[in-house]
């Protein structure tokens, strides 16, 4: 029986593992040090690998529906995105953090249309985004500035992370918000000082305004 995973985890094995064994071993030996906590839309279209240039072991990520950063209650509740910031900037002492939304998304275009009946937690879920929504018709230009206010409303919710507020204050953690435009591979990038998103092409930084620049990673993974 063909089964297209199988083949897909041997090919791994065989093809790309060989050729970049030791910088997986170097980083059980090491333990990683990724620099980037990157918060991105579960969406199959976001590849932040590509966008990055990132390998193995520089980025560290968490992915859900719509790119969403929980209000921070400081409980202990189950909450996984919340857990993975906590994890990244106490444990991993990350310098950025990235949110990552795109176009097209469905969580956004879902806070305006609605969910199914039974999707009870992604109905609750899509209440993360409804600062941002718009009080007009869906149009694509509101669907894509509805995307862009989601980013901003996220980074807003992490600055109300003390750990992540501290950091910041001390210039020693960077926010990134970014907009993917799936179509033209573009990425718009969250600028504070314009208050608003600029093509990366244009921008002086991918970070938010006064806080600190995008740095290399200390270690660039040579690709694949
Ligand atoms: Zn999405």
């Known amino acids: 029986m063909d089964d297209p995973l199988l083949r897909e985890l041997q090919r791994f094995h065989d093809d790309y593992f060989p050729r970049h064994q030791q910088r997986f071993q170097d980083l059980v030996a090491q333990?990683?040090?990724?620099?980037?906590?990157?918060?991105?839309?579960?969406?199959?279209?976001?590849?932040?690998?590509l966008l990055t240039g990132a390998g193995p072991g520089e980025l560290f990520?968490?992915?859900?529906?719509?790119?969403?950063?929980?209000?921070?209650?400081?409980?202990?509740?189950?909450?996984?995105?919340?857990?993975?910031?906590?994890?990244?900037?106490?444990?991993?002492?990350?310098?950025?953090?990235?949110?990552?939304?795109?176009?097209?998304?469905?969580?956004?275009?879902?806070?305006?249309?609605?969910?199914?009946e039974q999707a009870v937690a992604l109905r609750a879920w899509l209440k993360l985004a409804s600062d941002a929504v718009l009080p007009v018709?869906?149009?694509?230009?509101?669907?894509?500035?509805?995307?862009?206010?989601?980013?901003?409303?996220?980074?807003?919710?992490?600055?109300?992370?003390?750990?992540?507020?501290?950091?910041?204050?001390?210039?020693?953690?960077?926010?990134?918000?970014?907009?993917?435009?799936?179509?033209?591979?573009?990425?718009?990038?969250?600028?504070?000082e314009q208050g608003g998103f600029v093509p990366a092409a244009q921008a002086t930084s991918s970070g938010t305004g006064p806080y600190l620049p995008w740095v290399e990673p200390p270690t660039p993974f040579a690709g694949a």
Do not use: K
């Open 137 to 192: 018709r869906p149009s694509p230009e509101a669907l894509r500035r509805t995307e862009q206010r989601a980013v901003e409303l996220q980074l807003q919710r992490l600055m109300d992370y003390p750990m992540v507020r501290e950091r910041v204050d001390a210039g020693r953690l960077a926010l990134h918000g970014w907009h993917y435009v799936i179509e033209s591979g573009e990425v718009h990038v969250f600028d504070a």
């Open 31 to 49: 333990g990683q040090h990724p620099t980037t906590l990157f918060i991105g839309c579960s969406d199959s279209r976001l590849v932040p690998y």
């Open 61 to 116: 990520m968490v992915r859900n529906v719509g790119a969403f950063v929980p209000p921070y209650d400081g409980s202990q509740g189950l909450h996984g995105t919340m857990a993975a910031i906590e994890f990244a900037v106490l444990n991993l002492e990350v310098a950025h953090i990235v949110v990552c939304g795109h176009s097209h998304c469905g969580a956004i275009r879902a806070a305006y249309d609605g969910v199914p």
